[in-house]
């Protein structure tokens, strides 16, 4: 089948393989609505399905709901994010319901109706799909089904498009009593295949899984045609445009220059990670005469402000700002931070109740630069990127809304009453603690393999987002491709080009941000007797180990101290820098040049807060990069010993006789980022215990 505004996805090959498993169809046809984000967004939407189980108590057949649980995506849903609930007991809940002010006591006797003792927990669209009769069933927010919803004559709107085909429902907050609103809608329009919910979104169904997709994409298509015909027939959007964008390559260099300041403003209360985005839909809106209204007006759908705060934050910068001068930047910026964290206090003040839970951070998720693009900050990066994919979906939606009559939003009490609701705060109380290096963003040098990846692999585990620069793209590949979405990138990066520091930098704050912790980690290694070692080893050795670190550490503080949060800066020397051995006065005099100039650095950096360190590591040779050459050779020469028995001389030779790992020097690192923050200056080694290394 053919559509244009929505992605038929159904695979009769893979359908046939379910057939015989209603769950699993029902879970298959809520991944690939999750697919596409014109149908749903991340995490929003809820789909179900009912069949007839046996109850294990009575051994009688029962008709069981399956539906996404609390907190799900459909896009990835799977039988762990589901919930089994008794139909019957679900409906018997309709005795008991007290009214309006009953709903959050309602929450807690979904759990009296659980069919499956593994089911997640039910969320508050349970009853949503419990009280309707039918065996599937979709509840989706898209784009072109919220602008219907959204537009200031939607129940009319719905009656245009699809006649006496569809049912609507007045804006009312999820849970028990919109339950019985659209189980009410049906009683009243019997035979109709779905319901615009106000404000809201989309319930439609089938009694095959099948059969309800199709519908689903059947009717989201007719509204997706209804709105462009409108917007043909309009001419323009968003009243035209106001504001002309800079070319593609002007944008990313101004929003890399920006991204900084920007998320040192966001993190006044809690370290954000940021999001950039600058595509068509984006540019339309927000360099359109209609910005100015439509931006404070706020978005309609739930899901849409609950990951996004109910209004954005416009720059008042002019698209040819020179972003070079920071602190004439900053006294710009900052005045229309402050306003925005006093306007989002007044809203809570003013809507707040007895009971509400105490204000959440005031600053802005979503920022506006006409002109440049849209940048978004959050926890982590998928909060930030998925707030960010949310707002293109509000723009899409009031782009729809504004074609077919007029936007409406929220009123900002409904708004606050989901923000604030009592059961989102228990939600977030189950989030689980954050990690020690969540909302960092580290870059590490020689993160292809050996140290560099060992201690890149550290990071993540520990909840950084990591930057991964290498001069061997594909081992940074195979590195990128063992983590999951949304926690590393990387970039190729010579250290010995000043502007290829640069382009990492760029990457890091056009990525994640900006960067709070940057580790020297690339390196090579050259053995040679004195009267061996040509001009070309020395320079190397100088311009990758000292000049790169120096242009690291520059290029750093720079991004650092715009974000006026502090940093951390590691160089992995070597214990070579401190004892004097054989055949190695190019490679110890370099390791001894990076030892001496952290020690200065963190000197001159100490009164912002950018801690600098240095971890030695020795005799780490299996998994390391360096030993993969010549050095091992050299130093198997040097010892009069063969490459083969180099890992255990070297381990017999320190204190504890153990064999160093690249895992055991990126633990020196991560102490040093995240355990002793109160260390700069300092060097710590990692070699097992080497006597004339000792520091002191």
Request: with cysteine; hydrophobic share 40%.
């Amino acid at each position: 089948m053919k559509y244009k505004y929505v992605d038929y996805l159904w695979d009769n090959n893979k359908a046939a393989e379910l057939e015989n498993d209603e769950v699993a169809l029902f879970l298959y046809r809520s991944n690939i609505l999750g697919a596409d984000l014109r149908i749903t967004n991340y995490g929003g939407g809820n789909t179900s399905c009912k069949t007839i189980e046996k109850d294990p108590l009575t051994n009688e057949d029962v008709e069981v709901m399956w539906v996404k649980g609390s907190g799900g995506d459909i896009g990835t849903l799977s039988r762990s994010g589901i919930a089994g609930l008794y139909t019957g007991r679900l409906r018997d809940l309709k005795n008991v319901y007290k009214g309006l002010h009953d709903e959050d006591r309602m929450v807690g006797l979904f759990n009296h109706c659980i069919y499956d003792l593994g089911s997640k927990a039910p969320s508050i669209d349970t009853p949503l799909h419990g009280l309707l009769p039918f065996a599937h069933i979709d509840h989706l927010h898209p784009d072109a089904l919220i602008a219907v919803a959204a537009a200031k004559d939607s129940e009319k709107v719905t009656k245009e498009i699809w006649g006496n085909t569809m049912g609507w429902v007045p804006w009312q907050r999820p849970g028990f009593d919109l339950g019985l609103q659209l189980e009410k809608c049906l009683n009243d329009n019997p035979g109709i295949r779905g319901i615009v919910l106000g404000s809201h979104g989309l319930f439609t169904w089938g009694d095959t899984s099948y059969e309800c997709y199709i519908n689903s994409l059947e009717v989201i298509e007719k509204a997706s045609e209804y709105i462009e015909n409108k917007i043909k027939e309009k001419g323009s959007v968003f009243g035209g445009q106001k504001v002309k964008s800079l070319p593609k390559e002007e944008r990313i260099e101004k929003a890399a220059q920006l991204m900084p300041l920007l998320r040192g403003l966001c993190s006044s209360e809690n370290r954000m990670i940021g999001h950039f985005s600058d595509n068509d839909v984006v540019l339309e809106f927000i360099n359109s005469n209609d910005l100015a209204r439509l931006a404070p007006m706020g978005t309609s759908c739930p899901d849409h402000f609950l990951r996004t705060k109910i209004q954005p934050l416009v720059l008042a910068l002019d698209t040819n700002e020179d972003l070079t001068e920071t602190a004439a930047v900053l006294k710009k910026l900052q005045p229309d931070f402050e306003a925005y964290r006093a306007e989002y206090t007044d809203y809570y003040s003013t809507c707040k109740k007895d009971n509400s839970p105490a204000m959440r951070d005031p600053n802005p998720v979503i920022i506006i630069y006409p002109g440049i693009g849209m940048f978004s900050f959050a926890k982590n990066k998928q909060t930030t990127r998925v707030a960010n994919e949310f707002y293109i979906n509000a723009i899409n939606v009031m782009r729809g809304a504004e074609a077919i009559s007029s936007y409406t939003s929220l009123p900002r009490q409904e708004a606050f009453d989901i923000e604030y609701w009592l059961l989102e705060e228990a939600k977030l109380s189950r989030m689980p603690k954050e990690q020690p290096l969540s909302r960092k963003v580290a870059l590490i040098t020689g993160a292809g393999g050996g140290i560099g990846r060992a201690i890149a692999d550290k990071f993540v585990e520990e909840g950084a987002n990591v930057v991964l620069c290498d001069i061997a793209e594909d081992r940074l590949i195979e590195a990128i491709g063992s983590y999951k979405r949304d926690v590393a990138s990387y970039v190729l990066c010579d250290v010995t080009v000043i502007s290829s520091i640069e382009d990492a930098y760029k990457k890091a704050c056009l990525e994640f941000g900006g960067v709070d912790i940057v580790v020297h980690s690339a390196g090579l290694a050259i053995s040679k007797p004195l009267e061996e070692t040509t001009d070309k080893d020395w320079d190397i050795l100088q311009d990758v180990l000292v000049k790169g670190q120096f242009e690291l550490a520059k290029q750093a503080v720079t991004i650092m101290r715009k974000q006026n949060m502090g940093g951390n800066f590691i160089s992995i020397a070597s214990k070579n820098g401190l004892v004097s051995g054989p055949n190695n006065v190019a490679y110890g005099t370099a390791k001894a040049a990076q030892q001496h100039m952290s020690r200065l650095l963190a000197t001159e950096l100490a009164n912002d807060k950018i801690r600098v360190n240095i971890v030695n590591p020795d005799g780490v040779i299996v998994g390391s990069k360096i030993w993969e050459g010549d050095w091992a050779e050299g130093r198997a020469k040097s010892y009069g010993i063969s490459v083969e028995e180099l890992p255990a001389h070297y381990a017999k030779r320190n204190l504890l006789n153990e064999i160093i790992y690249p895992a055991d020097i990126a633990n020196g690192v991560f102490a040093l980022v995240a355990i002793l923050n109160k260390t700069t200056g300092n060097i710590i080694n990692v070699d097992g215990g080497m006597a004339n290394a000792f520091v002191r």
